[in-house]
């Protein structure tokens, strides 16, 4: 799950600092984080986690991995 850049930002949100992937999804998951404003998507995934929609949960997933 760490080396899907859908999920990285997700995971940073929900506090994970160190992550375990294949060598190959190394690079772009880096990029990722590195692009990544944590006090904003930790904003967004404490949403996620107080949303009971399954569409407003998806709809903050692409918004917290637009970010």
Known sequence: ?????????????LGL???SMN???LLCIKQCVLSTSLPEIVTLTQRILLANDPQKIHE?????NAA
């Open 1 to 13: 799950m760490a080396g899907n850049v859908d999920y990285a930002r997700l995971l940073l949100g």
């Open 17 to 19: 600092r160190q992550f």
């Open 23 to 25: 060598s190959a999804q």
């Open 60 to 64: 903050l997933l692409d918004k917290l």
